[in-house]
């Protein structure tokens, strides 16, 4: 029903900076975002919340990303942005978006939380 598509990830040297990009997608009925949020995971550690933007446009972020990470949304485009500067190397990660939705039927309405297939990240020293 609902399909996140991230892009932007690739690899940077340190110091760099990066725009991820997320762009949700759907069937013919109204979806509406509510919290949409960008999440990571290193290689053999757990997956992260990295940051999360209200309906409204509040964002927070997770303390190691905090000056450096910026997170915004354009509701018209359905899109989710993420500016990353300042890399360091211990960013390296899958990044993935996460947005909770609303799809209004007539037959019922669906809820739920969609993610993306995620984008890589790698920087480098």
């Known amino acids: 029903q609902v399909r996140l598509v991230e892009s932007g990830g690739r690899l940077v040297q340190a110091g760099g900076s990066l725009r991820l990009t997320c762009v949700a997608s759907?069937?013919?009925?109204?979806?509406?975002?509510?919290?949409m949020g960008w999440h990571r995971q290193a290689p053999g550690k757990e997956r992260e919340l990295v940051a999360a933007?209200?309906?409204?446009?509040?964002?927070n972020y997770a303390d190691s990303v905090k000056g450096r990470f910026s997170a915004s949304r354009d509701d018209a485009k359905n899109t989710l942005y993420l500016q990353m500067n300042s890399l360091k190397q211990e960013d390296t990660a899958v990044y993935y978006c996460?947005?909770?939705?609303?799809?209004?039927?007539?037959?019922?309405?669906?809820?739920?939380?969609?993610w993306g297939q995620g984008t890589q990240v790698t920087v480098s020293s």
């Open positions: 933007i209200t309906s409204g446009g509040t964002a």
């Open positions: 759907g069937s013919g009925d109204t979806i509406r975002y509510s919290a």
């Open positions: 996460s947005a909770d939705y609303h799809v209004y039927r007539d037959s019922g309405d669906v809820v739920g939380r969609a």
